[in-house]
């Protein structure tokens, strides 16, 4: 299984962007779906989450600003960030919780995107 994210970019404040990160390979389920970000010298951090019932949860700092959506039918998820700020600036990362059914059995585990750079600067 990989996760593939994209949709990074430099935009202004107040702007919009919207990143996208896709998983292929042998998947059964994708139980559950993270957008982390990492700042300059910080650690990452949890952005927003989706269950597979569609459940949400996200960050205080991007609550009301930033919502995050899946479609099952193309194992992807999205992450529809508005109102941008300079803090946000971030290399942003997908997550997965994936069961995978391969040869007979299922497995589950966890998976990481490669990251994609958000930079909100005038």
């Known amino acids: 299984v990989q996760l593939q994210a994209s949709g990074g970019g430099l935009v202004q404040p107040g702007g919009s962007l919207t990143l996208s990160c896709t998983a292929s390979?042998?998947?059964?389920?994708?139980n559950l779906w993270d957008w982390h970000r990492q700042a300059p010298g910080k650690q990452r951090d949890l952005v927003?989450?989706?269950?597979?019932?569609?459940?949400?949860h996200y960050a205080d700092s991007v609550k009301g600003r930033f919502a995050i959506s899946r479609d099952d039918a193309k194992n992807t998820v999205y992450l529809q960030m508005n109102s941008l700020k300079p803090e946000d600036t971030a290399v942003y990362y997908c997550?997965?919780?994936?069961?995978?059914?391969?040869?007979?059995?299922?497995?589950?585990?966890?998976?990481w995107g490669q990251g994609t750079l958000v930079t909100v600067s005038s």
């Open positions: 997550y997965a919780d994936i069961t995978s059914y391969f040869g007979g059995s299922y497995s589950y585990d966890d998976y």
């Open positions: 390979g042998s998947i059964f389920s994708i």
């Open positions: 927003a989450s989706i269950t597979s019932s569609g459940s949400t």
